[in-house]
Every structure is written in structure tokens, then in C-alpha cells.
């Protein structure tokens, strides 16, 4: 059982995932789940792009593309992310790229143990349990966030 990094785009090298497999296991383990197979692909948006296309029907641009393999209580999955779309998000919010990302990323893993984000209801939720789970990370690893 593991959680895997890696990409397809040559502009972006994900780094401190030792941190990221920590906290994201944490956020899994205070959900009452076990980590199964998670694997992050970071791509670029026009990846993104057909990989929506094809595997949504939808022809926009996403941040995320989220493929659930959960089973019980293994989380298991495949996480698409554009890195495009992490950086463009990242400038207009004003925070660090590596926030944004630690957001998305845990996006992810939070569609995995079932949170949607389709309705309003849904979506404000699910921005209560980024933000829960970026306070975790700031816990675990002592570090202040900007406000």
C-alpha cells in the first residue's frame, strides 16, 4: 500500500513527498480508512484537457481529475493534476504554489473517502475539510500560514 508521485510534464518535479505521504495518510487514518493505492500523475493543462475529453465527456480545463479504486476501508486511486491549473489557481488566491498544490492534493484524497463538490452544500464542505486538513499539515510539520 502506497501513495505515488509522479509526472508527466517536464516543467514541474513534485518535491517533499515524504511530508505529503505523511499528512495524507494522517487525513486517511482521522477518516477512519487505510491507505490502499493512491497515485498522483501531475500533467499539464492540455493533458488534462484530453483526459477529461475522454474519460468525462467534458471539454474544460480542471484542476483535478479524481478516479476512485475505493474499496471498504482501502482508499485506493488515481489522482490527475494540472500543474498548469495549480499555478494559475495559486496567483489568483495569493498563496504559494506549494499550498495550492498541498490543497489539490488533498482534494483528491477527500473525493476518495466520498466528499463531493457538485452542489453548493457539497462544495463548501468540502473547502471546510481542505481547510481542516491544511491546519493538520501546519500541525504535524509547525509551520505558520500566511493570512
Do not use: C
Request: aromatic residues 8%.
Amino acid at each position: 500500500m502506497s501513495i505515488r508521485f509522479s509526472s508527466q510534464t517536464e516543467k514541474f518535479e513534485p518535491h517533499d513527498t515524504e511530508r505529503l505521504r505523511l499528512w495524507l495518510t494522517e487525513v486517511i487514518k482521522r477518516h477512519g480508512k487505510s491507505v490502499g493505492n493512491i497515485n498522483y500523475l501531475f500533467s499539464d493543462d492540455e493533458q488534462m484537457l484530453q483526459a477529461n475529453i475522454r474519460y468525462l465527456n467534458h471539454d474544460t480545463y480542471t484542476d483535478i481529475i479524481t478516479f476512485d479504486y475505493v474499496s471498504g476501508g482501502l482508499v485506493s486511486g488515481d489522482i490527475l493534476v494540472s500543474i498548469d491549473r495549480v499555478g494559475e489557481n495559486a496567483m489568483k488566491y495569493s498563496v504559494s504554489l506549494d499550498e495550492e498544490l498541498r490543497r489539490v492534493v488533498v482534494h483528491g484524497v477527500l473525493h476518495l473517502l466520498g466528499q463531493g463538490d457538485k452542489t453548493d452544500v457539497e462544495a463548501a464542505k468540502m473547502r471546510r475539510r481542505e481547510a481542516d486538513a491544511l491546519a493538520l499539515w501546519d500541525e504535524l510539520f509547525h509551520e505558520e500560514r500566511m493570512s
